[in-house]
């Protein structure tokens, strides 16, 4: 019997090739086999550059307006909040966790009605994730919501800067009925900015409400599939710039997005639809929907 270190052993192996490595293995005889020749072909398979390797399905960098959406999504803004029911607008981050930022009592009532309709729309059927803002409003929304739907709290995801209310910079304190002349300046351009304050309060352009939505989606694209995942807004614009991105639609244009407190919307591939471009040469947009 020749050993596996003898000269004619390792010549009674078939030729070493690219090819050797696409062959199975039922087609080399077993006993022709040596730890020598193996190592060789393993050495050989490893290097050869032609050899085509069998894709890897990744979901990679996620893009808007995306090909599909691994996940069912449901956008709930928060019922009304205490600044709200003044009449004031109230988006400085700083008191984002304050008691005052928290739902009047016609905010409760609101938030109620949205988990209601969260279940009646079979959203939690199957258990579901909830990601709210860590604001005060945002986060008793989602608690209600749990309870209502049944949802174990370890499935609330507070989420700590990516759902920030949008920041209005100089309309800080002004009466919410001002949030038009905000839409107003967004249906020039998306990269125009509230006027900017002292306080601390962010001036933020709707570009930069796109950007931080969009690294929130990348994150639940990334993290789950096939799941239900209900986000909540401290405020309308988070939701509509949201929903313009997946969309397709012109973000300038956001506005008409609208959601009121307490409303409740699915995000699903199969909604989105047919976007035309209004006849107005003042929203002549042809990359949708980064338009400026």
């Given at each position: ?5 003898s000269?004619a ?9 690219p ?9 080399i ?16 398979c490893?290097?050869?550059?032609s050899l085509?390797?069998a894709?890897?399905?990744a ?9 599909r959406?691994?996940?069912r ?8 909040s ?12 700083v008191a ?15 938030t109620?009605?949205a ?24 986060y008793?929304a ?5 309870s ?7 499935y609330?995801?507070?989420?700590y ?8 910079g ?8 001002t ?5 107003a300046?967004d249906?020039?351009s998306?990269k ?6 002292s306080?601390?309060t ?15 989606m990348?994150?639940?694209e990334?993290?789950?599939s096939?799941d ?6 401290p405020?309308?614009d988070?939701l509509?710039?949201l929903?313009?991105?997946?969309q397709?639609l ?12 307490g ?6 591939a ?5 976007y035309?471009?209004?006849?107005s ?11 400026d």
């Amino acid at each position: 019997m020749l050993s596996s270190s003898s000269p004619a052993a390792i010549t009674a192996h078939p030729p070493l090739s690219p090819e050797s490595c696409k062959l199975p293995l039922s087609v080399i005889s077993l006993p022709q086999i040596t730890r020598r020749y193996l190592f060789k072909t393993l050495s050989l398979c490893l290097a050869a550059p032609s050899l085509s390797v069998a894709p890897v399905h990744a979901r990679g960098l996620f893009q808007m307006p995306p090909l599909r959406l691994s996940n069912r999504y449901y956008l709930v803004r928060a019922g009304e909040s205490d600044y709200e029911s003044l009449g004031i607008i109230n988006t400085n981050p700083v008191a984002k966790t304050s008691v005052d930022s928290g739902l009047s009592e016609k905010g409760k009532k609101q938030t109620v009605k949205a988990a209601l309709q969260l279940k009646s729309m079979g959203a939690c059927d199957r258990n579901c994730w909830l990601w709210p803002s860590i604001t005060q409003r945002a986060y008793q929304a989602a608690e209600i919501i749990a309870s209502i739907n049944g949802i174990s709290r370890s499935y609330i995801v507070p989420e700590y800067s990516f759902l920030d209310a949008r920041g209005l910079g100089a309309y800080e304190g002004k009466k919410l009925d001002t949030i038009s002349e905000v839409y107003a300046l967004d249906s020039i351009s998306m990269k125009t900015k509230p006027p900017p304050i002292s306080d601390g309060t962010p001036n933020e352009s709707v570009s930069d409400v796109f950007v931080r939505v969009t690294q929130l989606m990348s994150i639940l694209e990334t993290q789950y599939s096939e799941d239900t995942v209900v986000i909540v807004s401290p405020d309308s614009d988070n939701l509509s710039i949201l929903q313009a991105g997946v969309q397709g639609l012109d973000l300038r244009r956001h506005s008409e997005l609208y959601f009121g407190p307490g409303e409740v919307r699915l995000l699903d591939a199969d909604s989105i639809p047919v976007y035309k471009q209004p006849a107005s040469a003042v929203y002549k947009c042809t990359n949708p929907p980064n338009c400026d």
